[in-house]
């Protein structure tokens, strides 16, 4: 299998213009024997099981996104910096998705004592956001804190100003919850690059893309 | 040479209005783009577009201090309801008068310049 997945990945990079995104994070060998064969794989980092709950209370685990591409962010509702334009630039990636059922957005909150359930479903009716495409998390603060490292982006308690210093990164992840980019939410060049990657990775083959 | 002359025939206040046009333009960009948007456009029903000419009319005398302390509560912008809360700035007298020239002159609205005597008349009758 690791064999066909080399060939595949070869064969792609031999047509010019077949662009593929790389896999971040960190990887491991992993050498087992199948059928007396000694056969090494690369086992990448993916994103681990989580559970926390939407704007319509309705619970979301690792397994509501099982064969879905989406994207990951960090917010909150009463950001008065970054977000405004994180979230304008990601109703961009909304508008032009939405139609696709295996594709999902996901903005988890950082202050969750403020944005409570209630606050978050005010805040998607606000922005002009319905359905299932793009969800809006509500956790603890240490499940969300915990879940941010697995996505590489950086969110931090308030600092002595009352502020929540976080980045504004989106992250793309793919249908085996591996990350495959990173884009600064707040350029909307970068997002529109987003926009453009996603499209490449709905078109990966599933047998390459499989472990 | 048409540039120079253009230049030379405008009135000291083209030229004034002028300054505080493009200074103001830069302090939008560093304190209320993000929010409210590169075209002014706000953000859905989040944040509310700065395209209300009448809006900004009626409330002239108010902007300055709206921008100095913030604004929270419902408001009525182009006919939709907004009632999020804009925080307040430490931005001068001067640099309110600028980005008020800024924003009442761009995205549509036409109101003329808002210089700093104004901003400060205005800011000493806050509530």
Known sequence: MGLLVIVLLYSACKSNNQATLPILGNRQPVTKTVDGKTVTDTVYSTIPEFKFVNQYADTITGKSLDGKIYVADFFFTTCPSICPVMHRNMLNVYKEFKADDNFRIISHTIDPKYDTVPVLKKYADKMGISGNTWWLLHGTKDATYQIAKNYLVSVQEKNPQGEFIHDGYFILVDKQKRLRGTYDGTDPAQVTKLIADIKILKAEPDEAAAK | ?127
């Not at chain 2, 009525?76 to 907004?82: D, K, L, R």
């Open chain 2, 1 to 127: 040479m048409l540039v120079v002359l253009a230049v030379a025939c405008q009135s000291d206040e083209q030229v004034e209005f002028n300054r505080y046009y493009s200074g103001g333009s830069l302090i939008y960009q560093t304190h209320c783009e993000n929010c409210h948007g590169e075209k002014g456009e706000g953000l859905q029903a989040l944040i509310p577009p700065l395209t209300d000419s009448v809006y900004l009319k009626n409330n002239k005398t108010s902007l300055a201090c709206y921008l100095k302390n913030g604004l929270k509560g419902k408001i009525i912008i182009n006919g939709h309801p907004f009632e999020g809360e804009m925080p307040a700035t430490d931005l001068t007298p001067l640099e309110i008068a600028k980005v008020l020239t800024y924003v009442t002159n761009s995205f549509g609205n036409k109101a003329g310049i808002i210089n700093v005597q104004l901003v400060e008349a205005d800011l000493g009758k806050c509530r």
